[in-house]
């Protein structure tokens, strides 16, 4: 046995404080449960429009339906067969249903507007106020100033490209860097925070005939109900879409070190080239 | 928990071959394990609440629901839930043309009334074109006509100890009768309107004819059609399961439908 080079100690920085920690695992669930339960509420009338009305007899920019033997999906023009998954699908117990999102995917599993509309108007409650919360600590907690602020260097568009090639040949940042969060992650983790999430919660909002009384400037500035209707829908896969690429980011850069340092808050540098025995 | 963690071989039977439906059907049961457990439905059903209370903090009592241009009504107004009530009575009541046809107005009142179509046509009128939204994401904009149901109620003297309209309606559903109810706010409010016309004809028998409740600031299922009858109450106590509504006491919608 040949002796190895003593290992060196891996260098440990405190990178996520307790808020973060503890609004991304609330944040887990709540949207979670509203993803859900939105699809459920979803099945409710599978059809999106834009303006201020839009019901059976008005044209759908986007519909999940089925035909006697087939699922689809049609957005514009464009249709696709879904049949299995959208329009038409086999439950656990192998009937043919005809809702457009499948019983795994929605809270409840069978068929209730009802109770997916109490799962999603109570979570929203714990998502906008967690939000809110999040933003003032993000605001004036330094989290802003300290972790998510771009510098100047990182607008230039040379450095911008450099970090998405970086992504894309799935180099990521080693040693000191990897303490930081690169331009693509403070992009993409502002525009969830103070993008995405707010206009999840207003174009919902925004469809409370009761809140329409409350504040009509809401309503215009989404063109309409059915409009703010459909923005919520497209942001929620948008979210979706941000959870895939965090998730694939994650397993990616080290699962364990990355989840355990949003439990724990304590993250391991990867060791830089140099370093690397 | 035997009921949850099944072999599984045996899930996958259940599941007549589905392997992905089958891997998950135990964490979906578990789910509406959590669904149906009486604990979690009461948390949940603390957001209503949540929202009435602060809808009606941050709303003034007359604050309008936004009021439209005919430029802007839906081509074809859809009609939801009861579109031609059960039952020889109503039957011979619109082949009458609802000539006969009354509503009572009872309950906490120190004048009961019993109103004729033509009683209520004769009362001041409010148009108002608006947004109807239905509970399950569709909306349809349509014209009104009708009386304020703040008019019909001052002319019955609403007395101190009312606290909530019971609409008392036509038709069936299954087994038992279609009802709703609203706060005194909502129904004093100038947009609330006892409608017997859409889009300046007489109200369709789909859409509830001759009378139907218009409660802008609310969705769909809370508009009781058909009615028959009003009645101010101190309490939902008692009237049918207690929710105040149809569907509430079925299904659990929202009794305050602002949301």
Known sequence: ?277 | MSGIVLPRRQLIARAGGLVAAAGALPLLSGCDAINEAPAVRKILSMGEEMHRASQRALTDRDALAREFTRADLSPVFRPNGTRLPEGEAYATHAARGFADWRVAVTGLLARPLSLSMADIRAMPQRSQITRHDCVEGWSAIGEWTGVQLSRVLAAAGLKDSARYIVFRCADRIGDADYYESCDLVDALHPQTILAWALNRQLLPIANGAPLRLRIERQLGYKHAKYLTGLEAVASLDGIGAGKGGYWEDRVDYEWYAGI
């Open chain 1, 1 to 277: 046995m040949t002796d190895l080079p003593p290992a060196m100690p891996p260098v440990r920085v405190y990178r996520h404080r307790l808020p973060t920690r503890l609004w991304h695992w609330l944040n887990a669930l709540t949207l979670l449960v509203l993803l859900m339960s939105g699809l459920m509420i979803f099945n409710a009338h599978p059809r999106l429009y834009w303006g201020q009305y839009g019901a059976n007899h008005d044209r759908a920019w986007l519909e999940i339906g089925s035909t006697r033997d087939a699922g689809y999906l049609r957005v514009g023009s464009w249709k696709v067969d879904t049949t299995g998954v959208l329009g038409r699908w086999t439950d656990g117990e192998g009937a043919t249903q005809r809702w457009a999102f499948p019983g795994w995917a929605t809270i409840p599993t069978r068929y209730s507007l009802a109770d997916g509309r109490r799962w999603h108007l109570s979570f929203a409650w714990l998502l906008a106020i967690a939000l809110t919360l999040y933003m003032l600590w993000t605001a004036f907690g330094g989290h802003l100033a300290k972790d998510l602020h771009v510098r100047r260097g990182e607008w230039a568009p040379r450095h911008i490209w450099r970090d998405i090639k970086d992504h894309a040949r799935l180099r990521f940042p080693t040693g000191e860097a990897a303490a930081r969060y690169n331009i693509l992650q403070k992009l993409s983790y502002i525009g969830v925070i103070f993008v995405v999430l707010p206009l999840m919660i207003f174009t919902g909002l925004a469809m409370s005939p009761g809140f329409n009384a409350t504040a009509p400037w809401l309503i215009d500035l989404f063109s309409g109900r059915q409009s703010a209707r459909s923005i919520h829908f497209i942001a929620a896969w948008a979210l979706v879409a941000f959870f895939l690429v965090h998730i694939a980011m994650v397993l990616l850069a080290g699962p364990v070190n990355e989840v355990r340092s949003m439990i724990t808050g304590w993250f391991r540098l990867p060791p830089a080239k140099g370093e690397r025995a």
